[in-house]
């Protein structure tokens, strides 16, 4: 069974520090994985969408890094800031011809000032 | 550009009342369409994808259905509302011609059933 576990599931940190998500996953056979942020009350936005060749890939202050060995991926927020607040959803698409995206429960961040 | 609308933004409803929630995506065509539910807390939830006008494919059982009744239009209903119902739910779209295919998520509408 496809899965997407992401930890941890909350995570609290001063406004400047730095901080990594982790999301690991199980879907077989992999195509994509991509980064969502989602502000409260709001619908998800993509971050990032890495394939299987891809290594590390940035968007301004976030990076995610994808090993597919692993199946592992992470999200690393630098100098954090407030705005960052919000849940960070990790998605996996199979290559199976699949429509249908496997979403992780994300990882709820607030940034204190 | 695309955008993708969700109405009403919020809504309380009694049990046992019905719904419908509208969805529609501007400047695309023929995009793949998705119902998610979100409950306080939880991830999303997948309830319903359509590749088509009139194909609509149900993925959890529930006392939800959708319509398409046009290319651009998705709509979420239900007979009798639950309690078990209340929830965030995310209109999605993304674009059958792209190898990524992308979701981009609508801004929701927010259901409480009292």
């Known amino acids: 069974k496809n899965q997407v576990e992401q930890s941890p599931q909350s995570l609290i940190i001063l406004e400047g520090k730095n901080c990594t998500l982790q999301?690991?996953?199980?879907?077989?056979?992999?195509?994509?994985l991509r980064w969502y942020k989602q502000d409260t009350g709001r619908g998800p936005v993509s971050l990032t969408i890495?394939?299987?060749?891809?290594n590390t890939k940035s968007n301004g202050r976030y990076t995610a890094t994808l090993d597919a060995d692993t199946k592992q991926s992470s999200l690393h927020i630098t100098a954090s800031q407030l705005s960052d607040s919000a849940s960070y959803i990790c998605?996996?698409?199979?290559?199976?011809?699949?429509?249908?995206?496997?979403f992780g429960r994300g990882t709820s961040l607030i940034v204190h000032p | 550009s695309q955008t993708i609308h969700q109405w009403p933004a919020t809504l309380v409803q009694p049990v046992g009342s019905p719904l419908s929630l509208e969805c529609t995506v501007e400047?695309?065509?023929?995009?793949?369409l998705y119902w998610y539910r979100q409950a306080a807390g939880r991830g999303l939830q997948l309830l319903f994808y359509?590749?088509?006008?009139?194909?609509i494919s149900s993925e959890v059982p529930q006392n939800l259905s959708a319509s398409r009744p046009q290319d651009r239009q998705f709509i979420l209903s239900s007979k009798k509302l639950l309690l078990s119902d209340s929830g965030f739910y995310l209109c999605?779209?993304?674009?059958?011609?792209?190898?990524?295919?992308?979701?981009?998520f609508g801004p929701g509408t927010r259901l409480l059933v009292l």
């Open positions: 359509s590749v088509g006008i009139g194909q």
């Open positions: 999605a779209w993304s674009d059958t011609n792209s190898v990524q295919e992308t979701q981009y």
């Open positions: 999301c690991n996953y199980t879907v077989s056979p992999f195509s994509n």
């Open positions: 890495m394939t299987f060749s891809e």
């Open positions: 998605v996996v698409r199979s290559s199976g011809g699949s429509y249908i995206p496997t």
């Open positions: 400047g695309t065509s023929n995009p793949n």
